[in-house]
């Protein structure tokens, strides 16, 4: 195939014949619209989500991108201006429909790749019901985040030999990098700044019940002033070589099921 890996710049005839062809697994990215401080557009996770996937369909083969979900759970960011945040349940429910169109039809496995935190928990929960619920396609997605979050964004950065502090959690060296690699159009570099430079560990639990701005009044866990385009491609990189592993997993474990 020499086309788009993604569906909604394919046919509905071009799918059709992809999927008659073997091109039986969907990567769906789960992103959000939330402020990522002064520097950065509201897009952050939903275009890192859509380049790993792309990279990782690349590495796998026979692999398509499904739309991007670009609303997510996104509660402690609601006091910034154009923020978004979906309820936990109208995720759930948006997970399922997506789901059943996919199944539909006729792909085999459905990878909901986690490109905002936040959704982790709404796909956690949805996940058991979805499971097996169609008979020949499996649905699963990131569930181990902390896992994924050691091995990528807490090891890469300081392999590259940016401190943790800088890298940050949210809106930092890590996302301002991969965004100059991706879209550097869509970075105020002038407009860069520091924020908290704290472990998330550390802070998560006043985040979540008092919103970002209780720790970090201008949004960013981290600091956005040293990105590098360079190393923006690989962070991408490797968030992709991660997906793509995750999803060769489940994707042999679908064709092991199909056989018995």
Known sequence: M???LQLEELTSPEI???IAGGWTTVIVPL???EQHGPALPLLVDSEH???TAVRAARLLGRTLVGPVVTLGVSPEHAAFPGSVSLSPETM???LADIAASHARSGFRLVYFWVAHGGNAGALAS???KLRRRWRGCRVDGLTDLDGYIQATWEKVPVDEGVLLSVSGSHAGEFEASMMLAARPELVRRDAAEAGDPRPLARIVDQMMSQGIEAVSPNGVLGDQRPADAHRGQIYLDS???YLAAEVDRFRHQSDGEEDR
């Open 16 to 18: 059709r014949d992809l």
């Open 31 to 33: 992103g959000a619209t």
């Open 126 to 128: 949805v996940l058991p």
């Open 239 to 241: 968030l992709a070589r």
């Open 49 to 51: 989500g859509l380049q």
């Open 92 to 94: 759930q429910g948006i």
């Open 2 to 4: 020499t086309g788009s």
